[in-house]
């Protein structure tokens, strides 16, 4: 059956700190990962999309990573602000059917 | 501004009614997704559509229902409503269902259900 386990559940940090949230996933075969940033109330925004052949990412402050090797990926938020209190929810395409699969999230919550 | 629009956005009901919930995709967009968010949840995938026709269903309860029209605006219907289907409904787009896509969806800001 196809999977994506996100953890931490959630986590608080301190506005400036940075933290990484795990996803990890037994969808095969592979398509591509997408990092999705909710606010709380509204609907998801693509952060970045990784494909197979892609080990590193960046958009501004957010670098996500994939091993699919291993089956896991990581999303890193660098000098965190306010504004990246949401959910971070993690989505995989399976190459066979085009099926999505979602994790249940990380609720991030930056303090000042 | 995704481009896709919900409404309504806020819908205050009593158990066992009947509600309509619509959603107009990005222009250009073919493929339709309902899900359903219950409050502290992950999103639930409820039915795709694609071009019209259903694609894939997902935890849809038969009280729930789902089309989507020729000008490919969609519709989400909500029958003997209980406590437990309060919940935010969201209709998310994307161009199409080909694998070729890299599958973005673009979410409408949902649909508030509270039922009494």
């Known amino acids: 059956k196809n999977q994506v386990e996100q953890s931490p559940q959630s986590l608080i940090i301190l506005e400036g700190k940075n933290c990484t949230l795990q996803?990890?996933?037994?969808?095969?075969?592979?398509?591509?990962l997408r990092w999705y940033k909710q606010d709380t109330g509204r609907g998801p925004v693509s952060l970045t999309i990784m494909t197979f052949s892609e080990n590193t990412k960046s958009n501004g402050r957010y670098t996500a990573t994939l091993d699919a090797d291993t089956k896991q990926s990581s999303l890193h938020i660098t000098a965190s602000q306010l504004s990246d209190s949401a959910s971070y929810i993690c989505v995989v395409r399976g190459a066979a059917g085009n099926k999505l699969t979602f994790g249940g999230g990380t609720r991030v919550l930056v303090k000042p | 501004d995704s481009g896709v629009t919900q409404t309504p956005k806020h819908l205050i009901t009593a158990t066992g009614q009947r509600v309509t919930l619509r959603c107009s995709p990005r222009s250009g967009d073919l493929s339709v997704y309902w899900y359903q968010q219950s409050l502290d949840q992950g999103l639930q995938f409820l039915i795709q559509y694609y071009n019209g026709e259903e694609r894939a269903k997902g935890n849809i309860l038969e009280r729930f229902s789902a089309q989507q029209f020729p000008d490919l605006h969609s519709e989400l219907n909500l029958s003997s409503l209980e406590l437990g289907d309060s919940a935010l409904y969201f209709c998310?787009?994307?161009?199409?269902?080909?694998?070729?896509?890299?599958?973005?969806?673009?979410f409408g800001e949902g649909s508030r259900l509270t039922v009494l």
């Open positions: 996803c990890n996933y037994t969808v095969s075969p592979f398509s591509n």
């Open positions: 998310a787009s994307s161009v199409s269902n080909r694998s070729s896509n890299t599958g973005e969806l673009f």
